[in-house]
């Protein structure tokens, strides 16, 4: 950890300058934990339903879950209405959070559709009275993640995060591509740059950061504070110990995923945890030859021990690391 601050969020010194991004079904406790270990710089809550978050069913529990070791914990949020937004983030202030997130960027229909996500941004005043409502309540900053727009022809980021910061927001990340987008496209790297020079509180940029030379260029060209890396961590974790895959040994690959099974064993139990870890455990295998008949066998795998047995046969099997890695199968110890 660096001894200065790279930045601030109000008064809550930031140590770093890549971040995992907020990924429903993919940012929960074990993965997040592994990454703020290996140097990603806060730790995003996956996104919350406001209402939900009041006497919380388990699967909403497991993602408020957190341990002291990551703060600052970041508890991101969703919703529309400004005084069920309120009682979710005075709650999110209870249960501990350093910072309340409001999440403007999600694109999926179910959400956006009903004027939540990057369906709020559909309603500038409705961010403003969100934002002014919270910042003056919570003792905790309050920022928001957003994307360029609606669309093409209602890109009003400009607009959305000039009024986060006007009233209270701490900081803002832009994902730089529209709802309708999706993930697809390229991200226009311009409009983070803009939203750099037009306000006053930090910016995290967000899109196509996938190798860690990305980081520094992402930075270097937007004048941003920090950048969230998404897709391109999941298989890769070790991007924020500023590593690419290829230069990740077997060894590494093989400790990381039994430790990351064995954090999902652990919280969520073997059969949940299993089904979970299992696209993961894709992502983590992606680049070495397997047949198709050896990843469907593993991707399928229903106990933890079957799983493990196959694991272990392919890290015996496996001779072709990625590129600049190297293969150590070392001892079987590890049964989680």
Request: proline content about 6%; glycine content about 10%; aromatic content about 8%.
């Amino acid at each position: 950890m660096p001894s200065a601050p790279s930045f601030h969020v109000g008064l809550i010194s930031i140590h770093g300058d890549a971040i995992l991004s907020p990924m429903d079904g993919f940012s929960d406790w074990p993965f997040r934990s592994l990454c703020r270990e290996l140097g990603s710089a806060m730790s995003y809550t996956e996104f919350i339903k406001a209402e939900d978050i009041f006497n919380p069913p388990k699967q909403v529990a497991d993602k408020l879950h957190y341990e002291e070791d990551e703060r600052p914990v970041v508890i991101q949020i969703y919703g529309d209405d400004p005084e069920v937004m309120l009682a979710a983030a005075e709650r999110a202030q209870e249960l501990g959070a350093d910072i309340v997130d409001i999440n403007m960027g999600c694109p999926s229909k179910t959400i956006a559709n009903r004027g939540a996500g990057a369906g709020l941004m559909r309603t500038p005043l409705k961010v403003a009275r969100i934002f002014k409502l919270l910042s003056a309540s919570l003792e905790i900053p309050l920022t928001g993640k957003i994307r360029l727009g609606w669309d093409d022809d209602t890109r009003n980021y400009p607009l959305i995060a000039r009024i986060v910061e006007e009233n209270g927001g701490a900081l803002i990340a832009l994902h730089g591509r529209t709802k309708a987008q999706g993930y697809g496209g390229k991200a226009n790297w311009e409009a983070i740059a803009e939203v750099k020079d037009a306000v006053n509180i930090p910016v995290i940029g967000n899109g196509d950061v996938k190798t860690v030379a990305d980081i520094g260029s992402m930075k270097e060209y937007t004048g941003c504070d920090a950048v969230m890396i998404g897709r391109a961590a999941i298989g890769n974790p070790w991007i924020f110990s500023r590593l690419d895959r290829g230069q990740v040994s077997f060894e590494q690959v093989r400790e990381m995923m039994l430790e990351h099974l064995e954090r999902n064993l652990a919280f969520y139990g073997e059969q949940i945890g299993l089904v979970l870890f299992r696209k993961h455990a894709a992502r983590y295998l992606s680049p070495y030859p397997l047949s198709k008949e050896t990843r469907k066998k593993l991707l399928t795998s229903k106990q933890p021990e079957e799983f493990l047995t196959l694991l272990y046969e392919i890290i015996e099997s496996v001779n072709l690391p990625p590129e600049g890695g190297e293969y150590h199968p070392g001892p079987r110890s590890r049964t989680g």
